[in-house]
């Protein structure tokens, strides 16, 4: 198989920069590739700065802007992000062109990569997105409860999950990836005694066990998310990350998968479109302020972009 950008397939470590950027004229799309094909040499060389800090990247390209640099190639499944609305819970479409997804042990070797990156871009593009994520505590989000636990933890089965395959043999080794970042509503989660919080996310708080079923209400977040076809449960691997200031806390989700169809049903069972008239009672205490997709490609496709 082709061999997949370097951030998607190991577990992340703790420090993570997500950029993403609108290109303002598609009259420079191809200069603006050729550039987003560098990134792996340019990781490399902000990488030897400190090889233990273990630098990876990946840059992913929106539909409507691969359609511009590759109008005869087009991976099956690329489109834009769907936005939905139901009864006050809102998953807007943001979108994006291109997006930098950068990850190491050093925030500052994360900012050299991206302020590279940003410097030979120049005037070409506009900022929509520029977040650093953290790990915070072991591992958990904002809310106090542990990120991931159903994530695949072996690099085969990440592999499995996250890369296309011979289903669409032209783009084997590439992503599909999504973005969403979410705020949340700290102050009304807090005020919640700890054994509902636990009832609304299906995990006990201290060291996410899974909650019995007959505990775990069928609104529960991952009473949503867990969806399992022919037996088997329909896998992403999930690379996000706690996102906060002061002011502001929330989180960056990103998902890494060979297909969109599975993310975009886990977030209609979330939002409560799915038709079955239940949502996932976590949307009630974050909102999400931004959702686009993009298309990782192989090394070897992203080559050719040059």
Not at 62 to 85: D, H
Not at 97 to 113: A, G, M, Q, T, Y
């Amino acid at each position: 198989m082709a061999q997949p950008q370097s951030v998607i397939i190991p577990q992340p470590n703790p420090a993570a920069l997500f950029v993403v950027l609108k290109v303002k004229n598609f009259a420079d799309a191809q200069a603006l590739a050729r550039i987003a094909s560098r990134m792996p040499a340019l990781t490399a060389e902000v990488a030897a700065i400190d090889p233990g800090a273990q630098l990876v990247s990946a840059v992913g390209f929106g539909a409507e802007f691969w359609s511009v640099i590759s109008p005869a190639a087009k991976p099956q499944g690329l489109r834009p992000f769907k936005a939905i609305a139901a009864a006050g819970r809102i998953a807007p479409a943001t979108g994006g062109d291109l997006l930098f997804h950068i990850v190491s042990k050093r925030h500052d070797l994360n900012l050299e990569l991206g302020m590279r990156l940003r410097r030979q871009l120049g005037a070409m593009v506009e900022v929509m997105e520029d977040v650093r994520g953290f790990a915070y505590l072991d591992s958990r989000d904002l809310t106090g409860f542990i990120d991931g636990t159903e994530n695949p933890k072996t690099d085969r089965e990440r592999a499995a999950a996250a890369l296309i395959g011979a289903e669409d043999p032209d783009f084997a080794g590439g992503s599909f990836i999504v973005t969403q970042r979410y705020i949340h509503n700290l102050e009304k989660w807090r005020a919640l005694p700890e054994e509902e919080q636990e009832k609304i996310i299906g995990r006990r708080k201290a060291d996410s066990e899974e909650l019995a079923d007959d505990l775990k209400p069928p609104t529960a977040h991952i009473a949503r998310v867990v969806i399992e076809e022919n037996g088997e449960e329909l896998q992403i691997v999930r690379h996000s990350f706690p996102c906060a200031t002061v002011s502001e806390q929330g989180l960056f989700f990103i998902a890494y998968c060979k297909t969109p169809d599975i993310p975009e049903r886990m977030l209609t069972r979330m939002m409560g479109v799915a038709g079955d008239g239940l949502h996932d009672r976590l949307m009630e205490f974050t909102q999400a302020v931004s959702g686009a997709n993009f298309f990782a490609p192989s090394l070897e496709t992203l080559k050719r972009l040059a």
